[in-house]
């Protein structure tokens, strides 16, 4: 069975394979649209632990982009597809960083800082001060997926969110793929990127505790930027131990956060959404077996 994974886009699903990638969206007429893209063979080394967690990270980024593009072009206009320029791809995904490196880094510290000059314990103890630091952060990305929840068409992707993790539990779990069947399985899943996200957050207040605490304030911001690379690497790991032994009481212990976290990023899908996350299977599935090596 090969390991699949997806993302929610407009009015559909991108669902990822080892070996490709297809999105399924459905216009304002009903029909179901489909792109297609194979993925380029990756040096062996790129596939080592937690080196795979930061390529693997990129990769959602980079085809994210692609397929919020495509999904965007057939949800809501009828002209023909125009594909997305490289030069705009980066520029998106170098937008979208900046803004996520100022509010889930920059802000939470620097009010860490401004707390530090209440409370001093927060200035003398680097334990105290990255917990802040955390805690923070955990509440301004809850602020912000239940602002953003608010939104209707943000709703409706939540809703396609919980299409993809029902059609990706009846895939693992050897079921048929149609409607019926996938109807009855939970829009929750513990490899799901909130999921991810919080094991980030999390590793986050434990490495970033190795920083001094004298070094200046700037100081201590570059040194978590530069240190992204190993919380990405480190939470993809866990992330991968977590879903395989997610019938262990104190694995499913530690993952029972982030599945409750994803109810404020999934909703209950219709059937017209799990039918087109299932197109999204169907079709990166055909992909893996028409570009399957030969014996």
Known sequence: MKNIGGQAVIEGVMMKSPRGWTVAVRDQKGDIHIKRELLKKLPRFLHLPFIRGCVGLYHALAIGMKAIEFSASKAYSTEEEKPMSKTAIASTMGVALLIGIGLFLFLPLYLT???????????????????????IRVFIFLFYVSVIGLWKDMRRIFEYHGAEHKVIHAYEAGKQLDVENVRIFSPHHPRCGTSFLLIVMVMSILIFSFIPQSWPFWGKFMSRLVLIPVIAGTSYE???????MKENTLIHLMILPGLMLQRLTTR????????????????????????????
């Open 113 to 135: 800082k401004l707390a530090g000059l209440v409370v001093g314990t927060i200035t003398t103890s680097s334990l105290v001060f990255n917990l802040t630091d955390g805690i």
């Open 238 to 244: 866990l992330l991968r131990v977590s879903a395989k």
């Open 268 to 295: 209950e899908p219709d059937d017209s959404q799990i039918e087109v996350a299932i197109k999204a299977v169907n079709e990166v599935l055909q992909l893996e077996v028409n570009n399957a090596p030969e014996a």
